[in-house]
Nanobody, 115 residues
Framework: QVQVVESGGGLVQDGGSLRLSCVAS????????MGWYRQAPGKQRELVAT???????HYVDSVKGRFTISTNNAKNTVYLQMNRLNPEDTAVYYC?????????WGKGTLVTVFS
């Protein structure tokens, strides 16, 4: 079975930083992409950042320059360094693993930014 587990969420003040981690384990075959999505209360889920196996990254405009996605491919781990957080970043953050023919999701980790 494939397991995807996020960690690192919490309560942080406006302007602060957090680093999220996601570890994927199990029979994943070949991972093609990993990424982070988020869902704020009353909002639809949105893509935050993705990274390919080759290291190509993509960010939603609202986090460019503030968030950085990275991976440790050998350990099937993806990170999201979040700097200069603001209350609009408050959401449940979900890790996505794009393996061969299949997407896997974590259960999410809550990030709350207060002013």
């Amino acid at each position: 079975q494939v397991q995807v587990v996020e960690s690192g969420g919490g309560l942080v003040q406006d302007g602060g930083s957090l680093r999220l981690s996601c570890v994927a384990s199990g029979n994943l075959v070949s991972i093609q992409n990993m990424g982070w999505y988020r869902q704020a209360p009353g909002k639809q889920r949105e893509l935050v950042a993705t990274i390919t196996r080759g290291g190509s990254t993509h960010y939603v405009d609202s986090v460019k320059g503030r968030f950085t996605i990275s991976t440790n491919n050998a350990k099937n781990t993806v990170y999201l360094q979040m700097n200069r957080l603001n209350p609009e970043d408050t959401a449940v953050y979900y890790c996505n693993v794009d393996a061969t023919w299949t997407n896997y999701w974590g259960k999410g980790t809550l990030v709350t930014v207060f002013s």
